[in-house]
């Protein structure tokens, strides 16, 4: 079985030379890094510290092209060498020295599969296990919520394991998110293609969650909205079906923007509400 991982910078080398530095034990015939931060001193940084590692290869984006495009530039790189499994890998992720092994073993009858992920540092506190999406209102979930349909069971693309088939099968990741609900979409459009979609509950890994949320930053809450818009359009193949879950996440994701400018008393979730449908009505 020949597999490669594929890991995104972006300004964050401290955290992605210790993920690759984990991962380098590990069966895993390639690690990709993209350097998404689009200047030289990353790129120094990181270059200098796997310079003796032929199996590590970087390569630089010259630009911020979000989690999707950069994880599609390292793609389109890997997947004519013949791998026939890709793991994709957030760099402030922790992967414990057994992560690539249990993987394998447990994603024999998985052409998607994500270990379960923890929090870190605090290592006992679940993250994900596999969520549920719903296409409808936009609210996530550990489970399906009873009496609302539309549900989608998603992995995050925070750990992901994916067959190259899929890939040939459906295309890659959709490059119009720039960041956040890619995962979903793909998710969504693997198990429309008939593609196993599951969790590998004895493989696990640690997260450095969610620095851009907890801090309420202008860049999160624009691409948050941007993402549950775009999301709205893509998981409905029908005109009505997409104006119609609009109708209803416009009002949600503006009730979610006020809790949050209560909730951190500034106007960036507002802010970030509205750039986000000014940006999603002119395309």
């Known amino acids: 079985m020949k597999l490669c991982s594929i890991i995104l910078n972006y300004f964050g080398s401290a955290d992605t030379i210790a993920c690759v530095r984990a991962l380098l034990g590990q069966p895993l015939d390639k690690i990709c890094i993209i350097e998404n931060s689009g200047g030289h001193k990353e790129l120094d940084i990181l270059s200098a510290a796997f310079s003796g ?18 994880v599609n530039l390292g793609l389109k790189r890997m997947l004519p060498l013949g791998f026939e499994m890709v793991v994709i890998l957030n760099n402030d992720t922790v992967p414990p020295p057994d992560l690539i092994e249990k993987l394998l073993k447990g994603a024999d009858d998985l052409d998607l599969a994500s270990p379960v992920i923890y929090r870190y540092p605090d290592q006992n506190v679940l993250w994900s296990r596999g969520n549920y999406y719903n296409a409808w209102t936009g609210t996530l979930s550990t489970g399906k919520i009873s009496g609302i349909p539309g549900s989608i069971f998603y992995l995050p693309g925070c750990c992901l394991l994916v067959r190259s088939k899929v890939f040939e099968a459906i295309g890659l990741f959709d ?39 907890v801090q309420n930053s202008p860049f999160y809450e624009l691409n948050i909205n941007r993402g549950h818009l775009l999301l709205a359009q893509k998981l409905f193949r029908t005109q009505p079906a997409q104006l119609f879950a609009l109708c209803i996440k416009l009002p949600m994701l503006f009730l979610r923007a006020c809790l949050r400018t209560l909730r951190f008393q500034n106007w960036n979730a507002l802010r970030g509400y509205a750039l986000a449908i000014a940006d999603f009505f002119k395309t």
């Open 53 to 70: 590692f032929p199996q590590v290869e970087i390569i630089s984006s010259g630009q911020n092209l979000g989690f999707a495009g950069g």
């Open 175 to 213: 490059d119009s998110f720039f960041m956040y609900g890619e995962d979903v979409e793909f998710c969504h459009r693997s198990a429309q293609a008939g593609f196993c979609i599951g969790i590998v509950p004895d493989a696990l890994i640690y997260h450095k969650t969610g620095a851009a949320s």
